[in-house]
């Protein structure tokens, strides 16, 4: 670069510094005067009725019974849109020992309770899908316990109904089963053979000591690069 070059520069960085510190300093004054404008004002001078009246009830209950007040409610922010947020208050004391306020603060929560209600809703839906399948399903954690199992499984094992089953141990589980199948041993040995190698298995066949023939498919789970679990579904 040349002298020249770099005389041009440096200026043109030292003002845009400058633009950029007055522009922080502006936003800082913008907060300090919106500071001010609170003070001394009550509930129902900053917020709309709906809310205030949720706020002044709180208030209310934490002066009556002072001890830490954790609760959700609605906060309105400056551009008019009700979002959900957790407020936490607790009082402060005078000197004396009496009672001379409230502090608190609050946490906007309305992403996280909107991806909330997105994760139930395919839960749900996964859930209903799983359930009327004509072909038993089951799926279990990384620990090995039963998440979801539906009806059809249940009765291919004659087992009870599903929600019994929720929360069991599965290697427990497969040694109650085990003698259902020709080979119990093997039935015992794939299971275990396919839990290490954590790779997709599709129409694998087991043949039951009644003669049956179940045909098995097994996909490990993953959330991200962790294993989060298998699921594995068996049809006649």
Not at 8 to 29: D, G, H, K, S, Y
Not at 154 to 177: F, W, Y
Not at 225 to 234: I, K, Y
């Amino acid at each position: 670069m040349s002298q020249e070059t770099k005389g041009q520069t440096e200026p043109a960085e030292r003002i845009a510094a400058l633009e950029q510190r007055v522009a922080e300093l502006e936003q800082q004054l913008a907060a300090q005067t919106r500071h001010q404008e609170l003070i001394g004002k009550t509930v129902n001078d900053l917020w709309p009725p709906e809310h205030a009246q949720v706020y002044r009830a709180m208030d209310q209950a934490l002066m009556a019974r002072p001890q830490q007040q954790v609760y959700q409610a609605r906060v309105r922010d400056g551009s008019g849109r009700d979002r959900d947020a957790v407020f936490a208050k607790n009082v402060f004391y005078h000197e004396n020992g009496n009672v001379a306020g409230i502090a608190g603060a609050y946490l906007d929560i309305t992403e996280r309770k909107r991806a909330t209600e997105e994760l139930r809703g395919n839960v749900a839906r996964l859930t209903a899908l799983i359930e009327n399948l004509q072909m038993g399903v089951l799926m279990e954690s990384e620990d090995r316990r039963i998440l979801h199992t539906n009806q059809a499984l249940c009765d291919l094992l004659g087992a009870p109904n599903p929600q019994m089953l929720i929360g069991l141990d599965c290697e427990i589980a497969t040694a109650t089963v085990k003698t259902l199948f020709a080979d119990p041993q093997g039935f015992i040995d794939g299971i275990t053979a396919r839990l290490a190698a954590r790779e997709i298995a599709v129409g694998e066949q087991l043949a039951l000591a009644d003669g049956r023939v179940f045909e098995r498919d097994y996909v490990p789970i993953r959330a991200g690069d962790e294993p989060a679990g298998t699921c594995g579904s068996t049809a006649i």
